[in-house]
């Protein structure tokens, strides 16, 4: 079992009173469930994904949630939304009761709650294991932070080694990096019974699974076939700019269609679309958003592929880890991608309240101070500062490139330190 960064801060705010309702969304597999049976022990598990026993917690009155559930856990509340309201309800008419919701469709989830508890509940977010959780070994290790993580708590103070060979803690950190490039961060891939071969074919049925189940939950479809396609076109497209006309001719439907296909990636946590960043009047930016699968492990069965890592595959996983780290960490932050009409381009940059952090990310093991003329001449081009440049790649050599722009390992920068 590996422990999570945010079960502190949630096991904090479920005594608050903004923790009264607690909603927890994400991808299925996540840990949801594990998570909130493992904090909320004392709370009774409701299963609303058995039929039987949904139509009865139906019925119940206010008062009866009261008295029979005054504090519960409600696993797949999206299958009877109607229940929702008799939280509401029970939350409105009792100071005492305490609720934790959970839900894999963010879509069908979130629009009720937006509708039913606005106000009432506190919403947590659970991604895939990031590197520095897969590092645990149970759920009494801490969560160490990453370096990276650890510049984002005081942007002022960020030191680095010369080079990632004189970490002590090399090993642990390029195995735990290594798993996540190879298998993704779902938790049940760490389970150390499984071989190599039950780990491919879990990511396999997972693909499947989600498709059958949370997609066609969001989505009325007639033919499911230019999903599917979609599906295995965005896989070889991830890490790249997208352009959703090209996108629609391949798999034979319009743009439109296109476009609400990739809210339903998004919406179902399978995705991180960076929109670009364009507010520099003076240069021709591109508007195009740029695609990400979030992680890498269902990406590889998408493609039913195993092994090494393309350089966009490498970028998508470097850019979804930094994605969850910020998030699981509470950080307030923008996501961008920068790309002008000329060629000049980053990858990432990250808009915090007092400027931006930008990011180039090569698989090469081998960096050059030529590799970051893209950093050297970003601040120019913002509307903040630029607080720092990161060169992130796979050379175990890491440097000062130029003042305020750094090159180094994504293995040691992104595990727990």
Request: aromatic fraction near 12%.
């Amino acid at each position: 079992m590996k422990n999570r960064k945010i079960a502190a801060s949630v096991s904090s705010l479920s005594q608050k009173k903004i923790g009264r309702i607690i909603v927890f969304t994400g991808a299925r597999q996540t840990g949801k469930t594990t998570l909130a049976r493992k904090l909320f022990s004392d709370y009774r598990y409701l299963s609303i994904e058995d039929p039987v026993t949904r139509q009865e917690y139906k019925k119940l009155t206010a008062a009866q949630w009261h008295l029979l559930f005054p504090k519960a856990v409600l696993d797949e509340v999206q299958k009877e939304s109607v229940l929702v309201e008799s939280i509401k309800s029970a939350y409105d008419q009792f100071p005492d009761v305490r609720y934790i919701l959970l839900g894999s469709s963010q879509l069908l989830l979130l629009e009720k709650v937006k509708e039913s508890l606005a106000g009432r509940c506190s919403l947590i977010e659970l991604f895939p294991l990031t590197v520095p959780e897969i590092q645990t070994s149970d759920w009494e290790e801490p969560v160490r932070d990453s370096p990276f993580q650890l510049y984002l708590n005081d942007h002022r103070r960020f030191s680095f080694i010369p080079s990632f060979l004189l970490d002590s803690s090399l090993a642990t950190k390029q195995a735990a990096w290594d798993f996540y490039a190879q298998y993704g961060g779902y938790p049940a891939l760490c389970d150390d019974t499984m071989s190599r071969d039950d780990r491919y074919t879990w990511l396999k049925n997972y693909a499947a699974t989600y498709l059958q189940r949370d997609i066609r939950d969001m989505a009325n479809f007639r033919d499911f076939e230019p999903f599917v396609k979609l599906q295995k076109y965005l896989a070889l497209q991830t890490g790249g700019i997208l352009n959703l006309t090209h996108a629609a001719n391949q798999i034979g439907v319009d743009v439109k269609t296109v476009s609400r296909y990739l809210r339903y990636f998004e919406l179902s946590y399978q995705a991180l679309l960076l929109p670009a960043w364009a507010r520099n009047g003076q240069k021709r930016l591109s508007k195009s958003p740029k695609f990400h699968y979030l992680d890498n492990g269902v990406l590889q069965a998408v493609l039913q592929k195993r092994g090494g890592t393309t350089g966009n595959e490498f970028e998508s996983l470097v850019v979804a880890e930094i994605y969850k780290q910020c998030r699981t960490a509470g950080t307030a932050a923008s996501f961008y991608h920068l790309h002008t009409h000329d060629g000049f381009e980053i990858d990432l940059l990250i808009e915090l309240p007092d400027g931006y952090i930008a990011f180039e990310i090569k698989q090469s093991e081998r960096i050059t101070s030529s590799d970051a003329r893209h950093l050297k001449n970003l601040a120019p081009l913002l509307d903040k500062p630029l607080l720092q440049g990161f060169l992130v790649s796979n050379d175990r050599q890491m440097k000062e490139l130029a003042p305020g722009i750094t090159a180094v390992n994504a293995a040691w920068f992104l595990s727990g330190d």
